[in-house]
């Protein structure tokens, strides 16, 4: 069954022309990483989905609700796609467990113990249980990006966007985060991942998408897609990235 | 009150016309205090920031009580003290006279504590890169610290610079005939509004441009800080 | 009588002082009622402006923003003149301490609004972004995320802001309301020493050096960091 049925997406920022009409189908418990060079449109793409951009044109289906549709209560679909971004983007003045409760409390209308129980086993799940009472900034990038991570999924979405969630961090943090990225695969959650961990991609995605100047040129399995590239220039964006 | 009445008590452009001399005069005493009493409010800030850097405390400490002080007392306050309080000791003191030393007091500190915010915000390795090389202390002050620290606290001095010449009009209360004063005076003669609403006309022209440039500068350093 | 008894007897004439404590101390009371009434009025209406102006609906918005540049331009002693000696001309009078109350809490509210609105527009998108993406709604995000944070980074321009403006209820004499500036200017001229001035002056200093001790202890506590 397909959790995202996202056909046709256009993308205009002004003359610029982001994305030329990309379809992306993401079946459930499927994890699809997509990968391209920067400026290729990936994270639009991402931040469409669950509308943080509004797309020019196109059709947008999460979970069976239309994304695109006026009558659609956008508030009440975003809580069934969890987002993680680049920058964290914790709320500073609020705890570990204030970021992963707020929307449990204020969107969910959960009582407040109701939700500290949910909270804590979020931050739970993602190995941060005895960081609860932190704020963001006593926190490392990982653990910070990890927290992120466990206020999505505490909302219990049906589909979780990564938008390069480990490219702010230093080295030796990304691997924690990237387990927890693994273990919320092997609950059988759905997921796109926009990365550059190619190594990551290679274990755990079902699906590589290659995105080059707003148009989806590739996809397939990571073994199809790293190992046998059809397209020039994918080849090139590879070539490129092995040599690294 | 029909509408016409309104515009005749407050947009009445015979009034106006009427009364443009005296107003024009008051403006151009306004302009002129202003002009006379921003650098003398500059020069007392110059001195008590520079003072507020100096290590012995027996200097440091007096200036920052003064500073404190004369940021307390309204500047009415101050205006109405010299004006209206002095004389009693037989000192006469012209309204021109009240009006410099109270600026000179007020606005000196309120620049002076813009500034001393400013020379802090100068990281100290700059100024232990320039003794390093041989400058004196007197020279790094004045040719590396209070450069960029005018640079850094740039907004604040202008906003600081709008307030003194809004403040000028409080001089129309020790009765120098400045913009407001005259404004009054010719609302008082006409008893018609129009000569008030021409002044606050005249003070919004005059001041809009400062206020849109301030706006931009806030607006860029707040964001540069986050 | 020698100069130093002759200044003594003008400045600090005990017979006299006691006579127009009381009065003093009752303008003290109005002094803080005013201020009071206008930090209230000011800051809620300058964070209403702030908040609607977040909507952004473009015509609302260039209409807030020509009404905060209108009160940072004008000199708050000539938005009270135009009240106070204006508005009778249109069949409106209200008394000094209304007039006064509303001009300057007019000013504060431009002035406020515009650091609540830079407070706001500080706070990185990605924080709205990531509140958005949990289904938050705007105004959610807005009360819950985005003003917690706004709101800090305001409290020290904030705070110095409102003691400034604070201080501006001294004007309220010129329009015959009996603050403390008021009743020292009344102790003076009837009993012609200039001793409740001296009063007047020193309550200043006790309402206000607190205050602007405390500002300057605001100023380091919440300096721009997070």
Not at chain 1, 108 to 136: M, S, T, W
Not at chain 2, 60 to 74: C, G, N, S
Not at chain 3, 171 to 196: K, W
């Amino acid at each position: 069954m397909a959790i995202v049925e996202a056909t046709g997406i256009h993308k205009h920022f002004g003359a610029l022309h982001v994305l030329k009409g990309v379809d992306l189908v993401v079946q459930e418990k499927e994890l699809v990483f997509v990968i391209g060079p920067s400026g290729s449109g990936k994270s639009t793409l991402l931040r469409c989905l669950n509308r943080l951009e509004e797309p020019s044109g196109g059709a947008i289906i999460v979970d069976g609700v239309d994304m695109l549709s006026p009558r659609t209560d956008i508030n009440k679909a975003r809580q069934r796609i969890g987002m993680v971004f680049q920058s964290f983007n914790l709320y500073p003045h609020m705890t570990a467990l204030g970021n992963v409760t707020l929307a449990l409390r204020k969107v969910l209308g959960l009582p407040k113990a109701e939700a500290e129980k949910r909270g804590q086993a979020a931050l739970d799940r993602v190995h941060l249980a005895d960081r609860a009472g932190h704020f963001p900034g006593q926190l490392s990038g990982g653990q910070q990006q990890r927290v992120a991570i466990a206020r999505a999924i505490a909302l219990e979405p049906r589909v979780m966007l990564f938008d390069e969630p480990t490219s702010a961090l230093d080295p030796e943090l990304v691997g924690g985060v990237l387990e927890a990225m693994r273990e919320l695969r092997q609950d059988g959650m759905t997921m796109v991942v926009v990365s550059h961990e190619m190594a990551f991609a290679r274990a755990a995605a079902d699906r590589v998408v290659f995105m080059a100047d707003g148009a989806i040129v590739e996809q397939g399995t990571p073994d199809e897609v790293f190992g046998n590239p059809q397209h020039e220039r994918t080849k090139a964006f590879i070539g490129q990235i092995g040599r690294h | 009150m029909t509408w016409d009445d309104f515009v005749l008590a407050f947009f009445s452009w015979q009034i106006v016309s009427e009364a443009w001399p005296i107003l024009w005069d008051g403006l151009q005493r306004t302009i002129l205090m202003s002009i006379m009493v921003v650098p003398l409010g500059f020069l007392g800030g110059t001195i008590l920031a520079l003072l507020s850097t100096v290590h012995n405390p027996w200097v440091r400490w007096p200036a920052a009580v003064w500073t404190d002080v004369f940021r307390a007392l309204p500047p009415l306050v101050l205006l109405i003290f010299l004006y209206a309080g002095v004389p009693f000791t037989g000192l006469e003191i012209s309204a021109w006279g009240a009006v410099a030393i109270g600026f000179f007091l007020n606005t000196g500190s309120y620049y002076g504590e813009i500034l001393r915010a400013g020379i802090e915000s100068v990281p100290r390795g700059q100024q232990e890169a320039a003794r390093s090389t041989g400058l004196t202390r007197w020279q790094t002050m004045r040719w590396i610290v209070l450069p960029q620290a005018f640079r850094n606290v740039l907004p604040d001095l202008i906003s600081n610079t709008l307030e003194v010449v809004k403040l000028t009009s409080i001089a129309s209360v020790v009765a120098l005939p400045e913009l407001l004063f005259q404004a009054r005076q010719a609302q008082s003669v006409t008893y018609n509004a129009t000569p008030i609403v021409a002044a606050a006309v005249i003070y919004f022209i005059l001041l809009w441009p400062m206020v849109r440039v301030l706006s931009r500068l806030e607006n860029k350093a707040l964001a540069g800080r986050r | 009588m020698t100069n130093w008894e002759r200044f003594v007897d003008s400045f600090f004439n005990a017979r006299v002082a006691a006579e127009y404590f009381p009065k003093i101390v009752e303008g003290f009371w109005l002094t803080i009622v005013l201020a009071a009434c206008i930090i209230v009025t000011g800051l809620a209406a300058g964070l209403g402006l702030a908040v609607i102006r977040a909507f952004g609906l473009r015509v609302v918005n260039l209409l807030i923003i020509f009404v905060v540049d209108l009160f940072r331009a004008l000199p708050p002693l000539v938005i009270i003149a135009l009240l106070y000696f204006g508005l009778p001309a249109a069949g409106l009078s209200m008394d000094g301490f209304v007039c006064a109350w509303i001009a300057l809490a007019a000013v504060l509210m431009a002035f406020s609004e515009e650091i609540f609105w830079a407070g706001i527009t500080a706070v990185p998108k990605g924080q709205w972004e990531a509140a958005r993406s949990t289904g938050l709604g705007f105004l959610q995000t807005l009360g819950y995320v985005v003003l917690p944070q706004a709101l800090r980074m305001t409290i020290p321009p904030l705070t110095n802001r409102t003691i400034a403006i604070t201080k501006g209820t001294a004007l309220a004499s010129v329009v015959a309301v009996p603050d403390i500036l008021g009743a020292a200017n009344a102790g003076v001229s009837f009993s012609f020493n200039p001793t409740p001035l001296t009063m007047g002056a020193a309550a200043y200093l006790v309402l206000f050096l607190p205050v602007v001790i405390f500002g300057r202890w605001v100023e380091t506590r919440f300096a721009w960091k997070r």
